[in-house]
């Protein structure tokens, strides 16, 4: 088994600079090698991070991302560069939640996937997103 797959990029880079704009280019993707079979994968991403484009404020949240794959896996540090590329970023929680959501699916084509965002309260009140696919 290669321990090296030459078209990630991002691991085992370590000059790589966080981007400032979000595009699902920056997700890369390795071969599911057991794609006989259904198991889930389940990445959380605890300190996710965009602004409020109303008050330029940020909203902290949680996000929880479990897919099943098909042929591709994401890289983890590759989507960790993508989520933090959110943070300069003017967007309702809703919106980018979707926007993740379809450019995951978009870039790895799962089985099935499910997305959670559990934001930090804000004004006494807790938003929570779940989006699904299919």
Same mark, same amino acid.
């Not at 300190?47 to 794959?69: A, H, K, M, N, S």
């Given at each position: 088994?290669?321990?090296?797959?030459?078209? #990630?990029?991002?691991? @085992?880079?370590?000059?790589?600079? *966080?981007?400032? +704009?979000? $595009?699902?280019?920056? *997700? %890369?993707?390795?071969?599911?090698?057991?794609?006989?079979?259904?198991? %889930?994968?389940? #990445?959380?991403?605890?300190?996710?991070?965009?602004?409020?484009? +109303?008050?330029?404020?940020? $909203? !902290?949240?949680? &996000?929880?991302?479990?897919?099943?794959? $098909?042929?591709?896996?994401? %890289?983890?540090?590759?989507?960790? !560069?993508? *989520?933090?590329? !959110?943070?300069?970023?003017?967007? !309702? @929680? %809703?919106?980018? =939640?979707?926007?993740?959501?379809?450019?995951?699916?978009?870039? *790895?084509?799962?089985?099935? &996937?499910? #997305?959670?965002?559990?934001?930090?309260?804000?004004? @006494?009140?807790?938003?929570? =997103?779940?989006?699904?696919?299919?």
């Amino acid at each position: 088994m290669p321990s090296h797959n030459s078209s #990630l990029n991002l691991l @085992g880079n370590s000059a790589s600079k *966080l981007p400032q +704009v979000p $595009d699902k280019n920056i *997700l %890369e993707t390795f071969p599911n090698r057991n794609s006989q079979r259904d198991y %889930e994968i389940t #990445l959380t991403c605890p300190e996710f991070t965009v602004l409020c484009p +109303v008050t330029g404020q940020p $909203d !902290f949240g949680t &996000l929880t991302l479990r897919y099943i794959p $098909d042929q591709h896996c994401v %890289e983890t540090k590759s989507l960790k !560069f993508y *989520l933090a590329s !959110f943070r300069s970023q003017h967007a !309702f @929680g %809703e919106d980018v =939640i979707n926007r993740i959501a379809d450019d995951l699916v978009n870039v *790895l084509a799962p089985r099935q &996937l499910y #997305l959670h965002a559990e934001y930090t309260p804000r004004g @006494g009140i807790s938003l929570s =997103i779940m989006v699904t696919h299919p």
